[in-house]
């Protein structure tokens, strides 16, 4: 299981994103990705700011969730010790890609978390989102960063999925490390 923070910001009374974002799954769809295996794109154009789809799924307590590790689903981390698991009540979000030059930001609105629009759109362009994984440093070893190796193809690519800056707690997911800090 992957977490990510994917540079989640505030919004800013953003109801109406709210509103559109839970209802708004005819406007994307999977297919197969040339980033990683399947990828949501847009059905529609969109323009900066506006909101695409609503990562759902069940806010539970990072703590929860550590011990059913699988390789394929995304916990997006929302505060301290709480993350969304699109495993449960999810949406297909979840199959959004990680890219360094993403066309996406996460959004989130008090304990929900928006994708919307970080560029202008097209049809049928591949929606993604830069995960800014966060992960211990204590198992930063040379397999774990292999396996978060980036091979988005963007220009700018930094070659991986883990995030290179510091972040501020509340923003990111929640890693071991972290939770044990704050224990
Ligand atoms: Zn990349």
Redesign the pocket.
């Known amino acids: 299981m992957r977490s990510k923070s994917a540079n989640v910001r505030n919004a800013n009374d953003n109801e109406a994103c709210r509103k559109k974002g839970s209802e708004s799954e005819k406007g994307v769809r999977i297919k197969q990705s040339t980033i990683h295996g399947t990828g949501l794109f847009s059905t529609k154009k969109y323009l900066p700011g506006e909101c695409i789809i609503e990562y759902a799924g069940k806010v539970r307590r990072w703590s929860d969730c550590e011990d059913e590790r699988t390789s394929y689903t995304c916990l997006m981390g929302i505060e301290r010790n709480l993350v969304i698991d699109p495993r449960i009540q999810g949406n297909i979000a979840r199959f959004i890609n990680h ?2 030059s993403p066309n996406c930001e996460a959004v989130l609105d008090g304990k929900k978390v928006f994708i919307q629009a970080a560029k202008r759109i097209h049809k049928d362009d591949e929606l993604t989102i830069d995960y800014s994984l966060i992960i211990p440093l204590s198992d930063q070893t040379l397999a774990t960063h292999y396996k978060y190796t ?3 193809g ?1 220009p700018k ?3 991986t999925m883990l995030q290179v800056k510091k972040k501020k707690p509340t923003s990111g997911c929640i890693s071991k490390a972290q939770k044990a800090r704050q224990k």
């Open positions: 890219c360094c980036c091979r988005c963007s690519c930094r070659s």
